[in-house]
């Protein structure tokens, strides 16, 4: 490749030019990962800059290296400076790698809450063989899986994943767009079939600062569908309605929309429900549980329709439809109560699955959850009430405090807490095993806010804790 084809719709400045050939087989920002010939990209990032590591990106073979600031030149290296580097690498990386994206069929997800199940749903619904998948939990190329530090990779990542699906004939890409990647630029470089909007509740504030630009940040993924009217909304929420007059796009909603819903029985089992698509009615049973379930469900076939699946080719794969790990996800116990871990970190979220655990309910719910720290902290107390409401005993703990001193998260809880029915216990582990000890006969314990996650972050350190296996302790230690 020439150097003009690597910045093509892109302005550069020529710091020092040996070469206008690009000899590597691949971009990277990660020093340690360059090849001989390869293209380092020098970012400068809040905790890291890479331009500090450019003279370890030469040493392990890199010959064109990009830039956001002027540094020392090596002899023999081609240095070039792009202004706004990192918004401008999705289209640096597509021309490098000649716009893989724009032969795969791309659907996008966003909202403060569903996202990953809906994209599940969606594989589950278009044939795993058929899906790359990009989200919280993984991101899949087949039957390769690469753990996701982010839930919307960075621009150059995506395209990276474009390539290897295509090179595996993989039809689809799904993947959750959060607002941050939607912000920063990371899905410009896109164009999506069809963009779904799940809801938008009180998150990320601490990054927003108000509802309205967190807003604005998620209509961004409608501005990158081919077609607006290929735009997927849930007018339940009342932010949806608003994206509905936006895009004029396919409305989806509990008894309301293009396509609609209603749940007939809930059990602890599933649900029956009827599904309208279009005027056209089927009764159908739904394993995943609630309401907002349903409604991830509803998301998923108004992106397939637009994808040109019949109705019959939908409701055939329903029945096989399972959840996101760590999504309402029970814990495999020889108990005669039940416990159930999931992601839920928002109010919403925790609102949600705790409605459609007393919708089936036989006894007592008890409910684990704590907040992160470094995040919004508006939240915490109205998690807190939220918690109380629909919990007979509640059990405040930690989560991934972070930086943050959990003692000082707690006490934003508390302040949510009015009834007397919740206890303190900030090691979690300690807050499970507690838990697991007041259970009873045909109790629900849920364990909330972590989900699938297999660690708590504690200052910068990640330390190994899965909220499943603190359960199996529990019970053994309970037995002994």
Do not use: W
């Not at 009873?440 to 699938?452: Q, T």
């Amino acid at each position: 490749m020439v150097i003009n084809e690597l910045f093509k719709d892109v302005e550069y400045k020529i710091l020092q030019k040996v070469s206008d050939e690009i000899k590597g087989e691949d971009l990277e920002f990660d020093s340690r990962k360059i090849k001989q010939g390869d293209v380092f990209i020098a970012l400068e990032g809040s905790i890291v800059d890479g331009h500090t590591f450019i003279s370890k990106a030469v040493e392990n073979g890199a010959k064109t290296i990009l830039v956001e600031k002027d540094v020392d030149k090596v002899e023999g290296i081609n240095y070039f400076l792009v202004d706004g580097l990192r918004e401008k690498m999705g289209i640096i990386a597509s021309n490098f790698y000649g716009y893989p994206q724009n032969q795969l069929k791309i659907v996008g997800v966003t909202g403060t809450n569903g996202k990953t199940t809906t994209t599940y749903i969606l594989e589950s619904i278009l044939g795993e063989k058929n899906v790359a998948r990009i989200g919280t939990v993984e991101y899949k190329i087949g039957d390769e899986i690469i753990p996701a530090p982010n839930t919307t990779p960075s621009s150059l990542e995506i395209i990276k994943i474009c390539k290897k699906a295509l090179e595996k004939n993989i039809k689809y890409l799904i993947m959750e767009v959060s607002s941050h990647g939607l912000d920063i630029g990371r899905v410009n470089m896109l164009r999506f079939e069809a963009g779904i909007f799940t809801n938008l509740t009180l998150d990320h504030l601490d990054y927003h600062k108000t509802m309205e630009n967190y807003y604005l940040a998620k209509r961004k993924l409608f501005d990158l569908v081919k077609d607006k009217k290929n735009s997927i909304i849930n007018i339940d929420d009342e932010y949806g309605k608003r994206y509905l007059e936006y895009t004029n796009g396919i409305s989806y909603g509990i008894g309301q929309g293009d396509i609609q819903g209603e749940i007939k029985q809930i059990t602890r089992e599933g649900q029956e429900v009827t599904i309208k698509i279009f005027e056209k009615e089927y009764k159908i049973n739904l394993r995943l549980l609630g309401r907002y379930n349903l409604s991830n469900l509803l998301g998923a076939i108004g992106a397939v329709k637009t994808l040109g699946l019949s109705d019959e080719e939908i409701i055939s794969k329903i029945p096989l439809i399972h959840g996101a790990p760590g999504r309402f996800e029970p814990v495999k116990i020889d108990r005669d109560f039940t416990v159930i871990v999931d992601y839920a970190h928002t109010g919403d979220a925790l609102e949600n699955i705790l409605k459609s655990i007393n919708e089936f309910k036989t006894n007592r719910v008890i409910t684990v959850f704590g907040c992160g720290g470094d995040r919004d902290k508006t939240k915490r107390p109205i998690m807190g009430g939220i918690a109380e409401k629909y919990s007979d005993i509640v059990i405040v703990t930690s989560d991934n405090p972070r930086t943050e001193d959990p003692e000082e998260i707690i006490k934003d809880i508390v302040v949510g807490l009015t009834k007397e029915n919740h206890t303190i216990e900030i090691r979690r582990e300690k807050a499970i095993e507690k838990a697991i000890s007041l259970a009873e006969k045909n109790d629900i314990i849920l364990i909330a806010g972590k989900g699938h996650e297999n660690y708590q972050v504690i200052g910068r350190e990640k330390i190994h804790f899965d909220d499943k296996e603190e359960v199996i302790k529990a019970i053994k230690k309970l037995n002994k």
